[in-house]
């Protein structure tokens, strides 16, 4: 089992680029969610999908933000266009749907988006 | 607002002693509850949880202990050791509703040999 897949694991980009990120979930896998991680903020929910479907995006900062997931094993997090207060790590987990009973999510090893 | 706080941002200990990390939830709603690991450059993962039909979670050197009258669970390890440095992140959901974890700031431990 190769885990949760993030793409790319840094990315550095001038303000008002568009940035994609990528993640494949593990194979089986119902639920994905996007999280961001900051210092001030910790670990915030953006958005999360069950059966390729967005559940819940009320954790998307703004606009600039969107997620899709065309199919089970992929999704990505665009950011369009970028500002230097988007400068975090970002993380996508996935679990199934037994598991989330119990809560258990798996993580991706992150992207560090830098915005110049 | 946040629902899940941990208040120490970090913590220091020394190798073979115990470290105690804390968290607190204001949501009365949540009955269960995890922490996760986070070394660097790597993503959090599952360490031990507790539901709140329990007070006490025990694995190896890791036990979770949960006070629901106070809304307070921390996490013991006995005996620290450096591989144990890390920022260590609580959280919280409700089971039933298939809700999302909501998880607090973290705690970075640092064990000193």
Redesign the interface.
């Known amino acids: 089992d190769a885990g949760?897949i993030q793409s790319p694991r840094h990315e550095v980009t001038e303000m008002g680029q568009e940035v994609t990120l990528r993640c494949k979930p593990i194979s089986g896998h119902d639920y994905l969610?996007w999280?961001r991680q900051t210092m001030m903020?910790?670990?915030?929910?953006l958005i999360?999908f069950n059966n390729n479907v967005p559940i819940?995006d009320s954790g998307m900062p703004e606009d600039r933000f969107s997620a899709k997931m065309p199919n089970a094993s992929f999704s990505t997090l665009k950011i369009q266009p970028s500002e230097p207060r988007d400068s975090a790590v970002y993380?996508c987990?996935s679990t199934l749907?037994s598991r989330?009973?119990?809560?258990?999510?798996?993580?991706?090893?992150?992207t560090r988006l830098t915005v110049l | 607002d946040q629902q899940v706080k941990q208040n120490s941002p970090s913590l220091s200990v020394q190798e073979g002693r115990i470290s105690i990390l804390n968290c607190d939830y204001t949501n009365s709603m949540f009955d269960y509850f995890l922490w996760y690991k986070k070394y660097p450059a790597e993503g959090p993962t599952f360490l031990i949880s507790i539901s709140s039909i329990k007070d006490k979670n025990e694995d190896g050197r890791f036990t979770v202990f949960l006070n629901k009258s106070a809304k307070h669970l921390s996490l013991h390890i006995v005996p620290s050791q450096p591989g144990d440095s890390a920022v260590y992140f609580c959280a919280a959901r409700i089971n039933s509703g298939n809700t999302p974890l909501v998880f607090g700031k973290g705690t970075r431990l640092s064990v000193i040999a």
């Open positions: 949760v969610f999280y903020r910790g670990l915030e929910l999360y819940d993380f987990a749907q989330l009973v119990g809560g258990t999510q798996y993580f991706g090893p992150g």
